[in-house]
DNA sequence: CCATCTTCCTTCGAAATCGAAGATATGGCG
DNA sequence: CGCCATATCTTCGATTTCGAAGGAAGATGG
């Protein structure tokens, strides 16, 4: 997929463009040299022409989509205990996705392993025959160094610290491959649903807290901790020492795993984040209390961001994102106190992408490495 | 400057590049293309070529510079009882600096104007003749809105509260314009001293407190107030109501305005910025005690920003900057706070750019526009 | 001092890109 | 319905860009 064809067929991907006209407007070419590339991509069977669109006032431009058989991407996003995986064509639509149980504690070896070869599966299932597999990817829940593909100093991955998960993963399949924290994923994944997003905070709250960072369209890694907001000392009365050796951390306080732990203590029993949800959704007070000075905390620790980033909006997935008392008191805390100028047009919202995101953010990714 | 020789001008101008060689490294060119343009731009007295530089194992390249006569920027820094002046040639390289008295709080209209007369004055005693000037920019102590150039609820600018600044500077000069917020300027100066830092967070701490970011290379504006850190709320023991109408903000307690206020309650007269750092320098321990508080204060802010940006380097200016109990603070309370992943290669450290560091930065920016 | 390697830069035919003009298709309006 | 304005897409000659080959200048190492 040779430089400037490539282009073009990315932006037919990733939703940008869906005409001759809106390439040469997008790719800068001219018209003439679009039309052209065009021809080939179709010629080569990766690009088909589908349908007119809608005139916006002369002809109807003519519909370009990705050719379903152009390739498909495998794309996981794992979790402690289970781990989703699908399949997705080129533009990033899915053609499965499954969710199957799968223990990270069984260290990188066996999990990656397993992996390869959940993807086989899902692939002799759902791949349509003939079209080949370009890419591989997968979410993880802890620091990735960018450069390398390693994980680096994960909280809750033991085994992982520096593992080349990428290369362990491409040992598998002779193809690009993306590996990249699960929250910068969701990130990637829910700008596509934000076109008009250009900077934009995901906050993945789960059983931890992650957070990924779209800064001018593009996701901003750092040096691979960027959007960690976990370890942020919290305002608080009583002292709670976090796992990572210093005191009063959002993560002790705000994440799923925090309320468990309060709630169990209390003797009302909850396993998974969900059930913190449910307990909401069913009116119990403790629960209620709970997650609303979760929202509260993190609210205020995303003040600081706000002013400092200035985000269009601010994303909130996870499995605790359905409880609503949290979004709520997430608003009232960025609204409250953060400038004027920073919240004007700032939007804060549930998902909307769903639980997918980090999978469509994979693929989003991987788009870029395999369309170079 | 029609594209793709504006893009090797630039490049030149920058610093980025200074050979045919480099040009088609970094331009994504072919050689041969490179060589063309540079002999049109050659020919057209835009660019020079002087001496040679040194070999990396081969044949020596020919140093490429902008012709001094190819242009001049005339810049401002406005700050509340002053402003800096300069003029630049397209390169960057100040061929005057002033200081000259400026009261912000004249209002808009008297302020630009004068500025106006100051750049003519510039121009006539320092500028060489038939030099044409290419642009003006200028740099203000408030929120600037990218989009419009208009400043956009100043917190210490009486009268200029949505005021066109860009459109009225534009008025006496047919030229691309720029305005913006000064510590962005400080730190688009500072990222040309930081060649290797991609993201760089800039500290100016002077009567107030202000903050620019570059990502990626690139200014991030975000609406207008990004890298606001000033209204943050800090933990303290006391309360102190901010003039923004909130309690225990940054500014309140640990911008150069906030340290002056408490030492002349005590007794101590200070009446700039400047002379907290001389109180510090000999050794009053009032003044040391509150210089290291501020920056303690500050610390604890960046320790979010860190985590969240993971940025190359954090710069300290502005005219508190020169305190040491300041910045050792600030590094103390970063390095102990944060992710050992985010501060494993970060560095915090005064000025590079010294106090022109604004007039740098608008020179960087303008090249942008000037060279589009 | 000479062969060899590296890097810088230019030359020149091949290939890609451009842009102006035109062909095609559509909505709007009298 | 016919005409105009608008937008999409193609054709084709002019221009730009590329890339392979080679010349120029210096480093390296016998």
Not at 334 to 355: F, N
Request: charged letters at 20%; glycine letters at 12%; one cysteine or more.
């Amino acid at each position: 997929m040779r430089g400037a064809q490539g282009d073009l067929l990315r932006l037919v991907a990733a939703g940008h463009a869906e005409s001759r006209a809106e390439l040469a407007r997008l790719s800068g070419l001219a018209a003439s040299s679009v039309s052209l590339r065009v021809e080939e991509l179709i010629g080569s069977g990766l690009l088909v022409e589908e349908g007119a669109g809608t005139s916006r006032g002369g002809r109807r431009p003519r519909r370009l989509r990705l050719s379903p058989s152009a390739g498909l991407l495998a794309v996981a996003d794992l979790g402690a205990h289970h781990a989703r995986l699908g399949l997705l064509d080129l533009s990033g639509t899915p053609l499965v996705v499954e969710e199957r149980p799968c223990e990270i504690a069984d260290g990188p070896e066996a999990t990656i392993d397993w992996m390869a070869a959940a993807f086989e599966d899902l692939l002799a299932a759902h791949g349509p025959p003939g079209v080949p597999l370009r890419g591989v990817g997968t979410g993880i829940p802890g620091p990735v160094d960018p450069a390398t593909g390693r994980v680096v100093a994960p909280s809750r991955m033991p085994g992982w610290n520096n593992f080349p998960v990428a290369e362990r993963l491409g040992a598998h399949f002779d193809l690009p491959v993306l590996v990249e924290n699960d929250a910068n994923l969701m990130a990637a994944g829910e700008a596509r649903s934000w076109p008009k997003c250009e900077t934009l905070m995901v906050l993945k709250a789960g059983s931890g807290i992650g957070c990924g960072v779209m800064v001018n369209g593009a996701l901003h890694r750092g040096r691979g901790a960027a959007g960690d907001i976990s370890h942020v000392r919290v305002r608080s009365d009583s002292s709670v020492t976090c796992s990572c050796g210093h005191d009063d951390c959002l993560e002790a306080y705000a994440s799923g795993a925090a309320l468990m732990s309060v709630l169990n203590e209390q003797g009302i029993e909850v396993r998974r984040p969900a059930d913190v949800v449910a307990l909401v959704e069913d009116g119990v007070p403790e629960a209620t209390a709970l997650v609303r000075n979760a929202g509260r905390l993190i609210g205020e620790v995303l003040t600081v961001l706000v002013n400092f980033i200035n985000p269009d909006a601010i994303v909130v997935g996870g499995s605790l994102s359905p409880a609503e008392p949290l979004i709520a008191s997430i608003r009232a805390a960025v609204y409250e106190r953060c400038l004027p100028l920073a919240t004007r047009d700032l939007e804060i919202s549930t998902t909307r992408s769903g639980p997918d995101a980090a999978l469509l953010g994979a693929g989003s990714l991987l788009l870029d490495a395999v369309l170079a």
